[in-house]
């Protein structure tokens, strides 16, 4: 069973060899095709309506663990800023805010992700695995606990994943599966504790004072919230020996 985990994101994220051929091969699997059914012909209205074509589409996502929604942003290959065009509220999230660093906390991770695979054959329905643990939470969680298989998933339950409903997850699978077909080799998801207005900030960091590591991976996810805001532009992030980030 390991080692088919550890084949999962090979068969599902790199068997699309081609742009035209990702969607193809990921129509072979049920569940892909009743989202397509049921929901194609709502994205495809989605991107119209925001003069995105699903032939060059680009994704980049945001979560919000207290607000208990995702955002869909999304532009044309050509195009130099994103839009928003979807939010997804959030069924069930369990933990609270603060990042996941240890197995078994119940925490759902906050940071800076990718979507590393597309299961279609999840418990959930359908499921898209999150890649924690990122080189931050390798090096500030507990290394021989760090926990994994991290998901956002349909259903209405949560131990650590994000779930937003079967119906939700079929409209956000045919939003990634056409990112992928366009060409898109990374989706990005950002993942925070709250909306960090400045006020929203201001009341976590004095609520949270004491915690360095919470404070530290804040202001990291602020530099990037604010940065997004202002240009519409996905930041570029590194990450640092420490654990921090070089977010430009």
């Known amino acids: 069973m390991k080692y088919l985990i550890l084949l999962f994101p090979l068969l599902f994220l790199k068997s699309g060899t081609t742009s035209s ?9 049920t569940r892909v095709r009743e989202a397509y059914s049921h929901k194609e012909a709502a994205v495809f209205k989605t991107l119209a309506g925001h003069s995105i074509s699903h032939d060059s589409l680009q994704i980049y ?8 929604k995702i955002e869909v942003w999304a532009k044309n290959i050509c195009d130099p800023a994103f839009t928003l065009i979807k939010e997804f509220p959030i069924c069930e ?5 603060g990042p996941k660093r240890r197995s078994h906390d119940l925490q ?3 940071g800076f992700y990718r979507i590393s695979e597309l299961n279609p054959y999840s418990r959930y329905y359908l499921s898209m695995r999150i890649n924690y643990p990122n080189a931050s ?3 500030r969680g507990n290394r021989a606990h ?16 994000i779930a937003i409903t079967d119906e939700r997850i079929k409209e956000l699978f045919v939003y ?16 925070f504790p709250q909306q960090l207005t400045d006020t929203n900030y201001a009341l976590l960091t004095k609520g949270y004072s004491k915690n360095k590591d919470k404070i530290s991976l804040w202001a990291d996810l602020k530099k990037s919230y604010d940065l997004f805001n202002q240009t519409k532009i996905q930041p ?5 020996p420490d654990g921090t980030h070089e977010v430009k």
């Open 146 to 161: 760090l926990g994994n298989l991290i998901y956002i998933h349909g259903n209405c339950e949560s131990s650590g994943c």
């Open 93 to 97: 999230i369990s933990g609270t805010v």
């Open 176 to 191: 990634c599966i056409e990112a992928y077909n366009s060409g898109q080799k990374e989706i990005s998801i950002t993942i």
């Open 21 to 29: 051929s990702f969607r193809d091969n990921q129509m072979n699997f």
């Open 61 to 68: 996502l945001r979560a919000f663990k207290t607000e208990k």
């Open 108 to 110: 759902v991770p906050e």
């Open 137 to 139: 939470d390798s090096i």
């Open 236 to 240: 570029n992030v590194r990450f640092l």
